[in-house]
Structures are given as C-alpha cells and as structure tokens.
C-alpha cells in the first residue's frame, strides 16, 4: 500500500526506518519529513496542521493509510478528518487523543475506573489563589502540571514551597505554556523507577511492545531541567514478567475498556507512562502517539511487518502475529544542542555521519536540516544514537552506543554520558 507518515522528527524517522521494511509497503511518503526521512522514502513538503491540504495529497497520490507521529494532530482530530474522507489512519481520534491533550480528564478517568495514579487536585485559571494557598500548605515535593500540550516540558517537580508557588504563577499567571497552562494539575511527587510501555491497540484487543525507559532531565545523575528525552534503553530490566503483568492488568486493560465504555474508543498506540512505586505500578501520564526517544530504542528491537500492525489496529481488528520481538537490547543517546531545553543556536555543520558503519548502530535525524549537501543542527533535539546487540549486554550495547555518538560533532553539541546505567548498575 501507499502510506503517509506525518511528522518531522526522531521518532518519525524510527517510524519511517521500520515501515520501510514491511513488504505491505510500495511507496512511503513523509510529511514534512527531515534529511534522515529521505532515506526511507520520499518527503513532501506539507503543513500538518492544515487537514484539508493533507487530504488533497492523499486523494492525489491515492494514499491508502496515514500514520500520525505527533500528538498535536491528533489532539487536534486529524483521524476523525482522514475518516470522514475515507481515509484510514493510525491513532486515536479527537476525543481519545483527550488522554494526553487533557491531563484533567486523563486525571479524572483514571480516578473513576480505579486505574492506580498519583493523588490530584485540579485548578482552572479562575482559581488561581485557590491553588497558591494549596500548593502552599501541600506535602513536599510536589508536582505541578500543565493540563494542555506542552511540548514535553509543562512538567514541574517542585522541592519547596517558593518552588510550588512560582510554579503555579508560571503556569497560570505568566503563561509560560500558553493556553496548556491555563488549567493545572497539582500531584503528589511519586517516588522509584520510571517506564515506558506502548499498547498498539484497535480499541479493545493490543499488542505489547517492548518496555522501556527514557532519561529526562538534561544532564547525567537526572540533574538539571526536564527536556523531551535525552535518550532511551529497551527493554528496561525493571519491567520482569510479574510486573509487565501488573501493567497490563491493573492500567493497560482497563484504560482501554474505560475509553470503550465512555464512547471514544481508543485506537492507536497508547504510551504509559508508568512510576514503579513500593505500592505497585502507577500512572504518571498517558500520551496518545508513541515516545520520543522511546521510540528510536523499541522499534529496532521489533521484526516482521510493522506496517501490518499499524494498519489493522485502524482497520479492523489487529493482526498481533505481525510482528515479533527479537532478543537483545538497544540503547538511544541524544545529542543536543548546547543551551537546550531553553535558548539554544543553531546552523552549525554536523560532521561524522559518515564514519559511522558499524552493524547495528542507527541514526535518527531529529532537528536537522540540509543545504548544499550539508547537514546543521535546526532543533534541540538534533540526532539520536542507537546500538541494537542480539546476543550482548546492556554494558556492551552502552560501549558500542557511545563509541559511535564521539564520531559526531557540532559546535555546542552535547549528551549525557549515562544513558542505561541504572539497569547496568
């Protein structure tokens, strides 16, 4: 089939990378696509934010599917627009997308079916005084949360009360997160291990991907500011069968039948993100579209037809033997752009790709641009990493990883030096 994929990132080049290699595919385009994409398939130069332009293109080139990388699309409903044009795509509709574009009603679900989250109390901008005077009061530490999409950075974990309350005002008073932040939520801070699970479902049946765990903060030891992800390893030795289970039984089955009974089944990939507490899994967040750099870390761990999984988890029923999960274990490390998450420069040249020959070793383009034959670094996020070892430890796989990244260079580039250590430890 001919299959669109939209998104220009990281993920969308693991995405695109692995719907390549399905022998469903005979053309894949990708909108707007980056230098990396261009090896996978042809890119196209779209707005994805304009749904109408998207459809002519489909209807043009006779598009038979359309897979959504990122969430703010799908946030959006541009699987419920696709549909009414018949025109199949993977992720969930407009309503089901709420569970990451609306962390208030994600709140609030996961309350009602007694899927296991942090305690909550939720603010709307008109209550501003009232959740200073909360947050002022509350145990420490405390997280803070911007209710709407944020780009991965609406999260603020906060250590003391003048923390808490400059939290607050940057949320709702100063706008920091636009619109997102005109609603907060305000948890209790969860303690112990984090992972990353994605369910590919059709509503009511899934199929598992490998675990895995991203690394937020920008620099080594978990120090410094939340950024989107500064790299990734799967699966995460953490997640043993008895606890997968736990997952699975506890937040993944009855998020899925939450969803269905309320009326806006969820297809798609569904991410957990789950805290591995002493008192069992727990909900941090859902997002509604895979992880970023999750992403880059699972999908070579995965064979078979890929794009089969994707298309029948829209339509009709997922065909769960498409895919199989090889042994080993892959780990992704980002290289970033000095200054990020906040200010950062860009346009600098990216030497050393071309050294980089290893078997087993992947780059995701994720903010790069190209001209004259040149690629610079165009985002925060410029490059992801990835070693995949069959039969290999973490450690060996963590040697390979950084052997490679200390290949590339740009001016200002930077990663953490840690990614993995504490499933090696």
């Known amino acids: 089939m001919k299959v669109l994929l939209i998104g220009s990132g990281g993920r969308e080049h693991a995405l695109a990378y692995k719907i390549a290699e399905s022998k469903s595919l005979s053309k894949l385009f990708i909108a707007p696509g980056n230098p990396g994409t261009a090896s ?15 459809v002519r293109f489909c209807e043009k080139e006779q598009i038979e599917f359309v ?84 780009a991965g950075k609406g ?9 808490a309350l400059q939290a607050i005002d940057a949320c709702m008073m100063n706008k920091r997160f636009g619109d997102s932040g005109e609603k907060v939520v305000v948890e209790e801070f969860m303690r112990g291990q984090e992972a990353s699970i994605f369910a590919i479902t059709d509503g009511e049946n899934y199929f598992l991907l490998p675990s895995s765990q991203d690394h937020k903060r920008i ?62 899994p727990k909900v941090v967040e859902f997002n509604c579209r895979f992880g970023d750099p999750e992403t880059q870390a699972v999908l070579p761990l995965l064979e078979g037809d890929f794009l089969r999984l994707l298309f029948t988890s829209a ?33 600098f040249e990216i030497s050393g790709l071309d050294l980089i020959s290893e078997k087993g070793i992947m780059v995701f383009h994720a903010g790069t641009t190209e001209k004259d034959g040149k690629l610079y670094n165009s ?47």
Request: charged share 25%; hydrophobic share 35%; aromatic share 8%.
């Open 155 to 163: 999260v603020l974990i906060c250590t003391t009360r003048e923390e």
């Open 67 to 150: 897979c959504v990388g990122p969430e703010q699309p799908l946030v959006d409903g541009i699987v419920d627009y696709l549909g009414e044009k018949g025109i199949p795509a993977f992720g969930p509709g407009k309503l089901a997308a709420r569970l990451e574009g609306d962390k208030a009603f994600s709140k609030n679900l996961m309350k009602k079916y007694g899927i296991p989250t942090a305690g909550y109390e939720i603010f709307n901008s008109t209550e501003i005084e009232v959740a200073r005077n909360y947050v002022s009061k509350c145990d420490l530490p405390v997280v803070v949360k911007a209710s709407g999409l944020a």
């Open 40 to 54: 996978c398939g042809e890119n196209v130069n779209l707005d994805i934010s304009d749904f109408e332009a998207i």
């Open 315 to 347: 339509v009709p029923e997922i065909d769960k033997t498409s895919v199989e999960i090889k042994q080993g274990n892959c780990i992704t490390v980002i290289a970033a752009s000095e200054g990020y998450p906040d200010a950062y420069k860009k346009g």
């Open 379 to 425: 985002g925060g996020r410029v490059l992801g990493v990835s070693a995949i070892k069959e039969n290999a430890t973490l450690a060996e796989t963590k040697a390979a990883v950084y052997h490679s990244i200390q290949k590339i260079s740009f001016k200002g580039m930077y990663y953490r030096k840690d990614i993995a250590d504490k499933a090696i430890e």
């Open 219 to 280: 620099f080594d030891n978990d120090l410094g500011p939340n950024t989107g992800g500064m790299g990734a390893y799967s699966p995460a030795p953490i997640v043993t069968n008895e606890v997968m289970a736990e997952i699975e039984n506890n937040i993944i089955k009855p998020t899925i039948a939450a969803m269905k009974q309320e009326g806006h089944p969820y297809k798609g990939c569904l991410y957990c993100g789950i805290m591995l507490t002493d008192d069992g």
